[in-house]
C-alpha cells in the first residue's frame, strides 16, 4: 500500500505522509487514506540440471521484471567457466554481462559450461645435452640424451639440481 492522503472524511487536505494543522474550536477525526499498489509479477530463476564439472548458484530465484539476478559459478578444481547462458522459457537468450543479467519479463534457465583448463607446461634446460622434448605438463616424459664429453673424460651423471652434466676423468 502507498500513503494517498489526509482527509476528514469531506475534504482531503494534505498528501504528505507527515503534517501539521491548527486545531480549531471542535474536535478533529482525520483518516489516512490508502492506495492498493499493483501486484508485482516475480518470474522463477531456475538451475538447469546436467551441469557438469562446475556448480551455479543465484542470488534469487524469484525475480520481477527488471531487477539484476547475480550468478555465480565454481568450477571444479582443473576446470574454468566457459561461459554462462540463461534463456527464457520461450527459448530466448538473455543477455548476461559479467556474471549477472536483467530478468525479462518471463521464467528463465541458467546453464554453463565448464571447460578443462589446459596444464601447466614446464621448460627443461638442459647443459652437456639436449632433452626431446624440450617443455612438457606435469607426468610428461622426457628424454635426455647427453653430449659427448671432451677427450679423456666420460660421462657420469645428470645433475637435477645444479641442471649439469657431470664428467669425470678417465
Do not use: C
Not at 81 to 96: A, D, E, K
Amino acid at each position: 500500500y502507498s500513503f494517498l492522503s489526509w482527509s476528514n472524511g469531506n475534504e482531503t487536505f494534505s498528501s504528505n505522509g507527515t503534517t501539521s494543522f491548527k486545531m480549531g474550536t471542535s474536535n478533529v477525526s482525520l483518516m489516512a487514506q490508502w492506495k492498493k499498489n499493483p501486484e508485482v509479477k516475480r518470474y522463477s530463476v531456475a538451475i538447469a540440471t546436467g551441469i557438469e564439472h562446475g556448480a551455479v548458484t543465484v542470488d534469487k530465484t524469484l525475480a520481477a521484471e527488471g531487477e539484476t539476478v547475480t550468478i555465480t559459478a565454481s568450477p571444479e578444481t582443473g576446470y574454468k567457466l566457459q561461459s554462462l547462458i540463461v534463456r527464457g522459457n520461450n527459448n530466448s537468450y538473455v543477455t548476461v554481462t559479467g556474471s549477472s543479467f536483467v530478468m525479462p519479463a518471463q521464467n528463465v534457465s541458467i546453464s554453463a559450461i565448464f571447460t578443462v583448463l589446459p596444464p601447466n607446461i614446464y621448460a627443461v634446460t638442459v647443459s652437456g645435452g639436449t632433452a626431446n622434448p624440450s617443455v612438457g605438463a606435469q607426468g610428461t616424459l622426457i628424454t635426455l640424451t647427453a653430449n659427448v664429453p671432451d677427450k679423456g673424460k666420460v660421462f657420469e651423471s645428470w645433475n637435477k639440481q645444479s641442471n649439469k652434466t657431470i664428467n669425470r676423468d678417465v
